[in-house]
């Protein structure tokens, strides 16, 4: 069974940093590209970063280049997303994701970025 789950969240001040994680298990993790998605409160969810299978190649959304990192240990099944220069509209429950003929989601993880 398919499992994805999210880790690492809570409240940061703006400029902190938080990583957030993913452990996956029920599937052969090292073939699947990974993702990280968010969705603000009364948004719809976007794309925040993406990185292959063997993490050779990595994407980000405009909106946080330059400040989040994705990576990831194959040998641990586990995504990471370093978030760095954390903004309050950087403020999302944060999902991790892959696709295998569906589309499989964890159940999430709050960021919450305040003073």
């Known amino acids: 069974q398919v499992q994805l789950v999210e880790s690492g969240g809570g409240l940061v001040q703006p400029g902190g940093s938080l990583r957030l994680s993913c452990a996956a298990s029920?599937?052969?993790?090292?073939?699947?590209?990974m993702n990280w998605y968010r969705q603000a409160p009364g948004k719809e969810r976007e794309l925040v970063a993406f990185?292959?299978?063997?993490?050779?190649?990595?994407n980000y959304a405009d909106s946080v280049k330059g400040r989040f990192t994705i990576s990831r240990d194959n040998a641990k099944n586990t995504v990471y997303l370093q978030m760095n220069s954390l903004k309050p509209e950087d403020t999302a429950v944060y999902y991790c994701n892959f696709v295998a003929v569906m589309s499989y989601w964890g159940r999430g993880t709050l960021v919450t970025v305040s003073s």
């Open positions: 029920g599937f052969t993790f090292s073939r699947f590209g």
């Open positions: 990185i292959s299978s063997l993490g050779g190649s990595t």
